[in-house]
């Protein structure tokens, strides 16, 4: 079993449509759990940024945490076309100012149709 | 602020050739990583530096990768030799570890091809 686990999709939606992507994973030791969204021939660039379970809320864009299912989402809403990329789950263990690195999941390919 | 640069940003080798990628952080990041990316998976960590010195290396291939940042500031891996299994995207990110953007910022990658 992989640490993390990701639907890589596709997943295609129509514009305006509200967007739930989702990653689980299995070492109880993650702590800090991000988003990144990836287009095509470009690097990761960071979305959203938790630490604790609970929302957190970025303009249309919403990140949760659920510890206790080791389960962790990003909502879209209100999706544009302009929000058709690769999303990637990360996560990583509290390093106290050492190794850390990141966990990915496989990323989920998304497409928003106009 | 400029963005974290790599070069090359393509590359074609055969196997058993040797090949260098090179990265320049964004100015003042003490923290550097590299991080290896095959087609339809996601990122998986190489290397990480803290200014000149290693700070994790257990993923990386050591009998024919290597990697190295002098003067803590640019730094290169190595593949040698290749093989058909590193083909992938390399990526160089790096961290100024503030606390309200504890996220890396990655580089656009360098897309390695070994035929």
């Known amino acids: 079993q992989k640490e993390v686990e990701q639907d890589p999709g596709p997943l295609s939606v129509p514009e305006g449509a509200i967007v739930s992507l989702n990653c689980t994973y299995s070492?109880?030791?993650?702590?800090?759990f991000m988003w990144y969204r990836q287009y095509s021939r470009k690097g990761p660039e960071l979305l959203m940024y938790?630490?604790?379970?609970g929302n957190k809320e970025d303009g249309r864009f919403t990140a949760q945490v659920d510890k206790s299912s080791k389960y962790i989402s990003l909502f879209i809403r209100d999706s544009q076309p302009s929000d058709s990329a690769t999303y990637l789950c990360?996560?990583?263990?509290?390093?106290?100012?050492?190794?850390?690195?990141?966990?990915f999941g496989k990323g989920t390919h998304l497409i928003i149709q106009p | 602020e400029a963005g974290v640069a790599q070069s090359p940003r393509y590359k074609i080798i055969e196997k058993r050739q040797s090949v260098a990628f090179w990265c320049n952080p964004i100015?003042?990041?003490?923290?550097l990583y590299w991080y290896q990316q095959i087609l339809g998976q996601g990122p998986k960590l190489l290397i990480q530096?803290?200014?000149?010195?290693?700070?994790?290396d257990s993923q990386l291939p050591k009998d024919r990768f290597s990697a190295e940042r002098l003067k803590g500031v640019d730094s290169t891996l190595k593949i040698q030799p290749a093989k058909l299994e590193d083909s992938a995207v390399y990526l160089c990110?790096?961290?100024?570890?503030?606390?309200?953007?504890?996220?890396?910022?990655f580089g656009s990658g360098t897309r390695l091809t070994v035929v």
């Open positions: 990110a790096s961290s100024g570890r503030t606390a309200a953007n504890y996220g890396y910022t």
């Open positions: 938790t630490y604790s379970s």
């Open positions: 070492n109880s030791a993650f702590q800090y």
């Open positions: 990360a996560m990583r263990m509290y390093s106290g100012g050492g190794a850390d690195g990141l966990t």
């Open positions: 100015s003042g990041h003490a923290t």
């Open positions: 530096f803290q200014n000149n010195g290693v700070v994790d």
